[in-house]
């Protein structure tokens, strides 16, 4: 996976020049992109909003005014239902022949006052229950009878119908102005003071005023506006061929789901925007088409000039990735171009800094470590013939602690000829003490190795103090063959035998202790002396206390950072004051069953 990202996501296998310049390039191009496609989603989704919003605006208030025409024509209706006069002569021409013909003259002459006001009204007619026919003009009874729709209605339950568009010129001797195109609102006609039935009133509405309505409401030429019916007869068309026939099944499903709303639906493999509306009085739909590449047109206009302005940006942006790259890959490569003559031992080089930014800080940074670089052989040089003379004063130095061990020999060797044991076992002890420091390059020993150290440190100054105290040793067998530092304990012991015990004029014990506890061994040295100030702790611990009187120059301070230093800030050494009397030092170091710890061995935190 790393693999996979280096490779082909951080483009780690290509140079940087060309690695910058595919940066740039995306950080250009991708912005460029979204940006170009959010426009133009968002201006084919505004365009598409507002034509929904605009057209369903037109298209409410046509279907309104719809409404208001037949809302009208139905009042008139109304009107009639409660006119006593109207239905007076109605009953009077059922009386003689000569009353029926009065009362004919004298409702058509009523009719004709309803019809006249109002010009979207071409007639009004009543049809009798024994086949009387009373109008506003003249009327064919049985050419009306005949019509389908007129049969259906005066046979039904309905008491009110609305008549799709339909030929009026069939039963009416009406002269019209241009067509005989109607839409025909009927109603049971009924006495509503005695409730009886009297027949079917009918009132034609003149289609060419809604004809008008509509003509206006369309876009362009390419706009299709229709008004159906429930069952999908058109009402309206602009193809005056295809009122009154029926949608094919299949198109326009959605409109008949819903009141109102806008969609997009393919007609004869052509896209159309469909606006529609439903009209509150008679259920019909107003349904408008529009086809989509007109309605998207300027979207598109959009969406050309987008590619265009972004063809032009991708290009000036390549060009600036190029200039980009180049700026910041050359000094790069004239950097590593130095680099190279400096892997090759020439330390003559100087980079030119042209700029402020990182390269510049870079390739300044790159001229001091030249600087320096120099001055360092230069001191390395001068430091090595140093080291020289040093090795040289040390060989010399050398023949001192030879000419010493020989000396003390002879000095053990007279103390056995004249039998005085003492100084020769405190010889000897001090012989074994100085090879151990001396001569071993070891910097690591067993635990018991340290043991026999100190007890031989323990010997010399038993010579001098003789019995002013006694050792108790008290190390676990366990530890014995595990490893610690050379000569840690030394220091211990030495600063309970100067400091320690310093007052004791007898009594003093000094006490050795050795255990493992989880995987950590501790050491201590305990005295049964004065104890040491508490406040003196942290200053013995802080620095190297070092007297000439003493054999050891090591000093505690030294004890507890060579602890630190070769086993890591987990380990080290502790000073504490006893409550019963006296001081106690404990070392804290792991459990080692090598000589030498490996270096890279972090478990315990150890250096």
């Not at 996501?9 to 950080?27: D, G, P, T």
């Not at 809604?210 to 409401?217: E, Q, T, V």
């Not at 100085?434 to 390059?441: D, E, P, R």
């Not at 000073?575 to 030092?585: P, S, V, W």
């Amino acid at each position: 996976m790393k693999k996979f990202i280096n490779r082909y996501i951080l483009l780690r296998h290509l140079h940087l020049q060309s690695r910058l310049m595919i940066y740039f390039s995306l950080l250009t191009i991708l912005p460029l992109y979204i940006v170009a496609s959010v426009t133009y989603q968002s201006a084919e989704t505004t365009i598409e909003k507002n034509a929904s919003e605009y057209t369903a605006s037109k298209l409410q208030q046509a279907i309104n005014s719809v409404d208001l025409y037949i809302q009208s024509a139905d009042n008139i209706l109304q009107y009639i239902f409660f006119d006593r006069n109207l239905r007076q002569h109605i009953y009077d021409s059922q009386k003689s022949e000569f009353d029926r013909t009065v009362a004919m003259a004298e409702v058509t002459k009523i009719l004709r006052g309803y019809v006249t006001p109002v010009k979207s009204i071409r007639q009004i007619y009543i049809v009798g229950q024994k086949d009387s026919i009373f109008a506003s003009g003249s009327i064919m009874l049985e050419v009306l009878k005949d019509e389908e729709w007129f049969n259906q209605f005066r046979e039904g339950k309905a008491k009110i119908a609305i008549t799709p568009t339909h030929n009026a010129g069939l039963y009416s001797f009406q002269v019209f102005d241009s067509i005989d195109t109607v839409i025909t609102i009927l109603r049971k006609y009924t006495n509503i003071e005695k409730n009886e039935h009297l027949g079917v009133i009918g009132i034609d509405i003149n289609y060419q005023y809604i004809y008008n309505i509509f003509d206006n409401s369309e876009i362009n030429k390419d706009t299709t506006t229709m008004l159906i019916t429930e069952q999908g007869e058109i009402v309206y068309n602009k193809d005056k061929s295809l009122i009154g026939t029926t949608l094919h099944s299949g198109t326009y499903q959605q409109v008949f789901q819903n009141k109102s709303g806008s969609y997009m639906e393919e007609i004869e493999n052509i896209s159309y925007f469909v606006v529609y509306t439903t009209s509150e009085k008679t259920n019909w739909k107003l349904v408008q088409s529009i086809p989509a590449n007109k309605l998207f047109a300027e979207a598109k206009k959009i969406k050309t000039n987008t590619l265009f302005v972004g063809l032009a940006c991708i290009m000036f942006a390549l060009l600036l990735s190029v200039g980009a790259s180049y700026s910041v890959s050359e000094p790069l490569k004239k950097l590593r171009r130095e680099m190279a003559k400096v892997e090759n031992g020439d330390l003559n080089v100087y980079m030119e800094i042209s700029s402020r930014d990182e390269i510049g800080e870079l390739s300044n940074s790159f001229n001091r470590m030249i600087q320096e670089l120099s001055e360092a052989i230069k001191k390395i040089y001068q430091d090595e013939n140093i080291k020289k003379q040093i090795e040289l004063n040390m060989l010399q130095q050398q023949i001192n602690p030879h000419f010493l061990f020989n000396t003390l020999d002879s000095i053990n060797w007279m103390a056995r000829i004249q039998n005085v044991p003492n100084i020769s076992s405190t010889i000897t002890s001090l012989v074994k003490l100085l090879q151990a420091s001396t001569y071993t390059n070891r910097d690591f020993i067993t635990i018991d190795e340290e043991i026999d150290n100190i007890k031989n440190y323990i010997a010399i100054q038993k010579f001098r103090y003789g019995d002013l105290f006694r050792v108790v040793y008290d190390i676990d067998e366990v530890i014995l063959k595990k490893y610690t530092l050379k000569l840690i304990l030394q220091p211990l012991v030495e600063n309970a035998v100067y400091h320690g015990l310093e007052d004791k004029v007898e009594g003093g014990i000094i006490t050795i202790g050795g255990k493992e506890i989880d995987h950590t061994i501790y050491l201590s040295v305990k005295d049964n002396g004065k104890g040491i100030d508490q406040g003196k702790i942290a200053q013995i611990l802080s620095k190297d206390i070092k007297e000439s009187s003493r054999y050891s120059s090591i000093g505690i301070s030294n004890t507890a950072k060579r602890i630190k230093l070769y086993y890591g800030e987990a380990y080290g050494l502790e000073l504490k004051k006893l409550e019963e009397g006296g001081t106690e030092a404990v070392i804290a170091i792991p459990v080692r069953l090598e000589e030498r710890m490996k270096l890279d061995d972090q478990s315990d935190g150890c250096r």
